[in-house]
């Protein structure tokens, strides 16, 4: 178990739909990092978030967006769903904002139907 | 951008084998993550390295920042070691940050 936990584990939803994703990270961690895993293009990085701010941005769409709240608990929001956006989504965090290890959650396995 | 090239992409041995998967990366980096995902999909950090080598159990990571390659080495596998095994780069990005460009993934299969 590595601290850092998500809701929900499943999401079946409709094309077209939103959703909010939620990560709780550990105690004491700072930065949120959402990373996506879909099976054909592999893991990549969405966002990272820094003691509410956002610091840095990876190959997210326009259509999602996410915020980090003052008690560090992070939401990915994803709009306007498409079949594409069904994937795996993981939150990690870690202490610091950068060159730190990052723990991983049990991830949300989102289908869009 | 930075790539990450993995091998071998499937991997499998007979318990007690020398286990060994490469990672190369593009572009300088701030620190090489390896991390193991298995097949329930959850994801466990190793490693993380940016010099030299760790060894955790049975488990050794090496880096060589030069030549932008780095190794797992899995000691006298089990077939419970049998799961995905990723590099990933992190490079800082403005005032520090840093998410990670992953491998493709490395599929090892440890048989008894």
């Known amino acids: 178990d590595s601290g850092v936990t998500q809701t929900p584990k499943h999401l079946i939803t409709a094309t077209g739909q939103r959703v909010t994703l939620r990560c709780s990270p550990r105690?004491?961690?700072?930065?949120v990092y959402w990373y996506q895993q879909s099976l054909d293009q592999g893991l990549q990085f969405l966002i990272q978030?820094?003691?509410?701010?956002?610091?840095a941005k990876g190959n997210i769409l326009e259509r999602f967006s996410a915020q980090q709240f003052p008690d560090l608990h992070s939401e990915l929001n994803l709009s306007s769903l498409e079949l594409g956006d069904s994937a795996l989504y993981f939150c990690?965090?870690?202490?610091?904002?950068?060159?730190?290890?990052?723990?991983f959650g049990p991830g949300t396995r989102l289908t869009v139907l | 951008k930075n790539e990450v090239e993995q091998s071998p992409q499937n991997l499998t041995a007979q318990e007690g084998e020398f286990i060994t998967i490469n990672c190369s990366y593009s572009v300088g980096i701030s620190a090489l993550h390896w991390l193991q995902q298995h097949p329930g999909g959850g994801i466990v950090s190793l490693f993380m390295l940016s010099s030299g080598k760790k060894k955790h159990g049975r488990l050794i990571a090496t880096i060589n920042i030069q030549e932008k390659h780095s190794s797992l080495h899995i000691t006298a596998s089990h077939p419970r070691d049998s799961a995905v095994y990723i590099c990933?780069?992190?490079?800082?990005?403005?005032?520090?940050?840093?998410?990670?460009?992953f491998g493709k993934g490395t599929h090892l299969i440890i048989q008894p």
């Open positions: 105690s004491g961690d700072l930065s």
């Open positions: 990933a780069a992190a490079m800082y990005s403005g005032g520090g940050a840093d998410g990670l460009t």
């Open positions: 990690a965090s870690s202490v610091g904002i950068g060159g730190n290890e990052q723990f």
């Open positions: 978030y820094y003691n509410g701010e956002e610091r």
